[in-house]
């Protein structure tokens, strides 16, 4: 199996930040990006036709033997978590919280992100040691 991409907002800076963070923590170095704006992200939501005008994170584990797999909101936050090991990885336990409830304070904290974090005019330019890992 290829490694997962994590499809993030890239005009959103608290999504930026989540990505350099993810990039600093990632310790295989592994983990591929790309903005919800681009062409890959764009394939992605039109073959999962639920995720249609996801304004959300979502990680797409690359097809391997059972196909691709995407996960949105909290469960993509927690597979970012579980992805980088360590002491993210405990972010794991906040499973045992119902679905419905962590999505619902994910959907609070993503309608004020651009208030907190500020809202880009353009995505970012990864420097040119991390443009390897991310997709147009």
């Given at each position: 199996m290829q490694e997962p991409v994590l499809l993030y907002d890239?005009?959103?800076?608290?999504?930026?930040?989540l990505v350099q963070f993810a990039l600093k923590w990632d310790r295989m170095g592994t983990m591929q990006f790309a903005p919800l704006q681009g062409v890959f992200a764009r394939e992605v939501l039109a073959r999962h036709p639920?995720?249609?005008?996801?304004?959300s994170l979502v990680m797409v584990e690359l097809p391997g033997e059972s196909g691709e797999r995407v996960r949105v909101r909290s469960d993509a936050a927690i597979a970012v978590a579980e992805y980088l090991g360590g002491a993210w990885g405990y972010v794991a336990a906040l499973r045992v919280i119902p679905r419905a409830l962590r999505d619902f304070v994910y959907d609070r904290f993503a309608d004020a992100r651009y208030a907190v974090f500020g809202r880009l005019s353009a995505?970012?330019?990864?420097?040119?040691?991390?443009?390897?890992r991310f997709i147009d």
């Open positions: 890239g005009l959103c800076g608290f999504c930026n930040g639920r995720l249609v005008g996801a304004d995505c970012p330019v990864p420097t040119a040691e991390q443009r390897a």
